[in-house]
C-alpha cells in the first residue's frame, strides 16, 4: 500500500453504517482511526488507504461482525479467516469461489451469490433479501468487494471485470472504474459482475503462509490492492469509449497521442495485462450491450455503431464475447 492511496469516504460510509446512529460511539471509532468525523458529510472526501484499513479492523470488533451489521445475521470475527483456510486447498478458482460462495451462504442470512458460467463468460450474482435500502446497497457492494479481491488473491492476479451492475441506485465515484471496471450501470433487475471465464481455470497458488500474512493486510486487499489501478489502460479505455468507432485511433496514431512509442506503448499495456485490441473488443462489446439493454435500436443499427459491416460477423463476435446472440442478450437484461 502506497501512502498516496487512497479511499472515497462511502467506504467509510458502508464500515459504520451501524453506528450512523450513535454519534458519540461513531466519533469515538473514527478518531481511533484518525478520521474527521466531518468528512462523513463530504460525499467528494477522501481518506488515507491506510486510515480505511485501520478503521476497517476497528469496526469489526466494535460489532463483532466482519460484515458490519448490514446482514441480519452476520459474519462473527474469524469467520473470514475459516473460510480462507478452506480455500487455498482447493487446485482452481472455479472450485475455490464455488466454496466460497457457499461457505458465505452459511453465516449470511440475506445476500446469496451464485456463480454462473456460460462458455467463455462467468458471472457472479447476488441475490439480496434485506429489508433495509441502505444495507441492500451496501451488503451488495461489500459481498462483491469480498468475492472479487478473494479471487484476485487466491490467483495471484487482478482479476478484471468486463461488467458490473447493480439493482441500487446511487452517484457515482471516481473509485467505480478502479473497482468494477468501466462497464459499469445501476438500477438494473439483478446485481452481477462478469468476467472471463479463464480465469476460472487458474491455479490457488497461496498457502497457510501467505494466508497468514493476507489476514494481516485484508482490508488494503480488498479495495486498494487489486482494484483497477488508474493506468495507461484506463486512459485508452476512456479515449476509445468517448469516441465513435469511426474516429478510434489506430495503435500508432494512439501511441502518438500519449508520446509513446509504439513499443513502448504495447509494452506499458502488457504490464496492465490488456493489449490495444483487447481494449477495443471491450469498449465495442460495452457499447453493445449497453444498446442492446437500454435502447430499442436494431440489432444491425447497434452493429454499424460499433464498427461491423456486416450484422452476421457482429452476431458471430457478440456470441464469442457472451456466449449469447445478441438477441438472446435483449431478451434476458431488457429494462
Known amino acids: 500500500m502506497r501512502e498516496k492511496d487512497s479511499v472515497s469516504i462511502y467506504f467509510v460510509q458502508l464500515v459504520v453504517h451501524a453506528l450512523r446512529d450513535q454519534p458519540l460511539r461513531l466519533q469515538s471509532v473514527l478518531e481511533a482511526a484518525g478520521i474527521d468525523m466531518a468528512l462523513l458529510n463530504d460525499p467528494e472526501s477522501r481518506v488515507p488507504a491506510s486510515a480505511f484499513a485501520t478503521l476497517w479492523l476497528i469496526q469489526i470488533k466494535e460489532l463483532g461482525d ?24 482447493e487446485p482452481n478458482l472455479e472450485k475455490a469461489l464455488r466454496q466460497c460462495l457457499a461457505n458465505f451462504g452459511l453465516f449470511l442470512r440475506d445476500f446469496r451469490g451464485s456463480l454462473i458460467v456460460r462458455g467463455q463468460r462467468a458471472i457472479i450474482a447476488v441475490d439480496n433479501h434485506a429489508t433495509d435500502p441502505v444495507k441492500r446497497r451496501f451488503g451488495e457492494e461489500t459481498f462483491l468487494l469480498l468475492m472479487i479481491s478473494l479471487l484476485c488473491w487466491l490467483g495471484g492476479r487482478r482479476i478484471t471485470i468486463d461488467r458490473a451492475q447493480f439493482r441500487h441506485s446511487r452517484d457515482r465515484l471516481s473509485d467505480d472504474s478502479l473497482l468494477w471496471g468501466f462497464n459499469l450501470s445501476f438500477g438494473e433487475p439483478r446485481t452481477e459482475v462478469e468476467f472471463s471465464s479463464h480465469y476460472l481455470r487458474l491455479p490457488v497458488v497461496q498457502s497457510l503462509p501467505s494466508l497468514k500474512s493476507f489476514l494481516r493486510t485484508a482490508p488494503q486487499w480488498l479495495v486498494i490492492r487489486f482494484r483497477n489501478q488508474r493506468g495507461l489502460a484506463a486512459q485508452v479505455y476512456q479515449r476509445l469509449r468517448n469516441s465513435h468507432y469511426g474516429h478510434w485511433p489506430t495503435l500508432l496514431e494512439m501511441a502518438d497521442e500519449l508520446k509513446l512509442s509504439p513499443t513502448t506503448f504495447r509494452r506499458r499495456l502488457e504490464r496492465e495485462g490488456c493489449a490495444f485490441q483487447g481494449i477495443k473488443d471491450d469498449v465495442r462489446r460495452g457499447i453493445a450491450q449497453q444498446k442492446l439493454r437500454e435502447t430499442a435500436m436494431s440489432v444491425v443499427e447497434i452493429a454499424a455503431l460499433v464498427g461491423f459491416q456486416e450484422p452476421s460477423a457482429f452476431h458471430r463476435a457478440f456470441k464469442k464475447w457472451t456466449a449469447e446472440s445478441p438477441g438472446r442478450y435483449r431478451a434476458r437484461t431488457a429494462r
Open 66 to 89: 466482519e460484515f458490519f451489521d448490514l446482514d441480519s445475521h452476520g459474519m462473527p470475527p474469524g469467520s473470514f479467516a475459516l473460510i480462507c483456510r478452506g480455500l487455498i486447498q
